[in-house]
């Protein structure tokens, strides 16, 4: 029985499966069918079949010159200098700042991981050839060894191999796969024996099986509901079955709630079922030039409209060679029978140098006049028409595109930068639409990422997350978190003082996508424009040098950094614990030197001094202020070290160390001074008395 109905069921997600698939196919045909040929034309397969095929049987050529590809590099590059970023924005009460952060550094890190740059260019690169390319988010395990989950974002190389129903309800990732391979991946399975009808002939092919990963939505009808939480407490909303057994019921309304589901089948049977997080079929649309026409959605190339003026370009061209190549085989004519005695002299002239050619006299029989000796034809001169159409057709397919010379980087008549910039800016402004569309599929991304985080980091965990520069941070979620003597946020151990919790759970987040340089761009452009302020205003390395240097890209410049900030006044900057803790230090150091400098000098003048002629004692007072000499230089030394490593990890035992080596020497010097004043203390009451004391 459990089989019979496992059996039942699987007819019926197939039948369904099927229907769908053949509903997508219909509405993407026409589309997909424009976008495999335009794909085709712009890596040079640009002549009309029938023209090629009959050019080539009379041995003429179909000479191509690919002026369209460089316009797709040049948009698809554009985009890769301008890359689109995901960034959380938190949209209720219960969402913050810093937990958009950890997201935004989640998503990063989910990026890198998963090569998204790739992807996200690959994409890119299928929206402007061929009108569409997609971008698809997959879960798996983060290891053969690990249970947990992770995120990934996966390529799309076919975009023609993904379908997804306009409304978000269903999708389908296929693959044609080779029998044998088929066979070999799934040796359980059927490969043939399927039982279809033409409606399904895509499916039907004699030597490959179709495999299809089907997304579907299934809906629970659960009651969301509005209850009363107390005098002293806010209204609670929650499922009915979540409700307390006699709350005050304050509204109550019928929802639906998505699971999405997802097959791996053929035509014959399931191979793989289960159900993945999240509220939304995991594939995402990155389109080309979209419309509405003839009652759906259509959607172009960026070559699409500049193909006829590529083929003009073609046809023009490869005339123009033609009747040049043509030039040095013009033809002899001559009468009939005038090469009858040496006629492979006469068929090679075209291709040997014969130093003379004979050919046999002919009589006119009615005139009795011999004919004139054979003479070449005139060969046949390309045109200055010829030219100009070529010319015209390039024209086309810059006028067709919206891009010029300038776009591209040619020379053109402009004289001014600003003229050239503004053409440049034209060009721009008329591909605009890829770059925007883009930024659109990735704000669908975002939100699946959104979606997706708090469903698979459901546990406490220890998750890296990047800064936008790049910077690496371990970060505990959804359990409380402390921050420890170096500022890193580190799970809340015994003692230490909560200072947080990310939950990702919690609250609502939206996302919004910020196209622009890189981050390494910007912070060269950063740096550039803070040297050229520093030339006319030097002041500000006083007060902004190490910002300065950190941002150039040259060896040791986070160091270089750090010491500068070292030396900085404290007020400058803001919160960097840090810094202040070695500017204090320092500042500590700077008044023992002085401390000691005015003992020696006491020491020197007592030295001087007819009455201080205890020599025992004065040299054990030198030998403890040489001591103490030797000690604050080796505390000035490990403050020079530690300066070298300002905002990284300085151990709390190296900074107790240093506190207590201060102190040390603060009580020491007090010492020195205790005992020089009792020293003097008894040489004036022995000068006063004249008894040694």
Sequence with gaps: ?????????????????????????????????????????????????????????????????????????????????????????????????????????????????????????????????????????????????????????????????????????????????????????????????????????????????RIAEYYYKDYETKTLVEWSGGIQMENVISYSEDVPEGAEIIQERTVEIPKIKYCKLTAAEVLEETEVLG??????????????????????????????????????????????ALQPKAPFIGAKGQFKS????????????????????????????PAPPPQRQAPPSSTGAQLQEAMAAADGIKASLGMYDASLGNQTNDISGKAIIARQM??????????DNLSTAMKKVGRILIDLIPKVYTERRILRILGEDGTEEMVPINQPYAKNENGDRVPLGQGMQMAGVFDLKAGKYDVVVEVGPAYATKRQEAANALIEIARVR??????????????????????????????????????????????????GMQQLEQRLAE??????????????????????????????????????????????ETQAQIPAEVMQDLASAITDLNARTIDIEGAFDAFLSAQEMEGATGEPV
């Design 599 to 644: 003992t020696q000098a006491a020491l020197d003048a007592k030295k001087n001094n007819q009455a201080f002629e205890n020599q025992l004692e004065a040299k054990k007072l030198e030998l403890e202020a040489q001591k103490t000499q030797a000690d604050i230089a080796k505390t000035m030394a490990d403050i020079e070290k530690i300066k070298t």
């Design 426 to 435: 034209e060009g721009d402004n008329a591909t605009f639409h890829f770059i």
């Design 342 to 369: 040496n006629p492979r002299a006469w068929q090679n002239a075209n291709r040997e140098n014969y130093p003379f050619l004979e050919y046999d006299m002919v009589i006119d029989p009615k005139s009795g006049v």
């Design 1 to 209: 029985m459990t089989d019979d109905k496992t059996e039942n069921t699987d007819d019926s997600v197939i039948k369904t499966a099927l229907d769908r698939f053949k509903c997508l196919e219909d509405l993407n045909d026409e589309n997909y069918k424009r976008g495999e040929e335009d794909v085709e034309f712009v890596l040079g397969d640009q002549w009309p079949e029938q023209i090629k095929n009959e050019r080539l049987s009379q041995g003429r050529p179909c000479l191509t010159e690919n002026r369209l590809l460089p316009f797709v590099h040049q948009v698809v590059n554009q985009i890769r200098q301008a890359r689109p970023a995901i960034r959380p924005k938190p949209v209720d009460d219960a969402a913050d700042v810093e937990t958009a952060d950890i997201l935004a550094g989640i998503i990063r890190n989910i990026e890198t991981v998963s090569d998204a740059e790739s992807v996200y260019d690959r994409a890119a690169y299928n929206a402007v050839s061929a009108g569409i390319g997609w971008i698809r988010i997959v879960t798996d395990y983060a290891d053969q060894d690990s249970f947990e989950q992770e995120i990934r974002i996966e390529e799309v190389m076919n975009p023609f191999s993904v379908y997804l129903d306009p409304d978000g309800e269903y999708g389908f990732v296929f693959d044609d796969m080779d029998k044998d391979d088929f066979e070999a991946a799934y040796p359980n399975a059927k490969a043939e024996g399927f039982e279809l009808n033409d409606k399904h002939a895509s499916w039907l092919q004699d030597d490959k099986v």
């Design 538 to 587: 030097p002041e500000l390395l006083d007060v902004a040098g190490d910002i300065l240097i950190k941002s150039l890209d040259v060896p040791h410049a986070q160091e270089l950094a750090d010491r500068i900030r070292a030396t900085m006044d404290p007020a400058l900057l803001g919160e960097d614990l840090e810094a202040k803790r070695l500017q204090m230090m320092t500042q």
């Design 279 to 324: 509220n939304f079929i995991p594939l995402v649309p990155v389109k080309g030039f979209e419309t509405w026409a003839d009652g759906k959605c259509q959607l172009y190339s960026l070559i699409h409209q500049a193909k006829d003026p590529q083929m003009m370009f073609n046809f023009w061209k490869t005339a123009s060679t033609e009747v040049i």
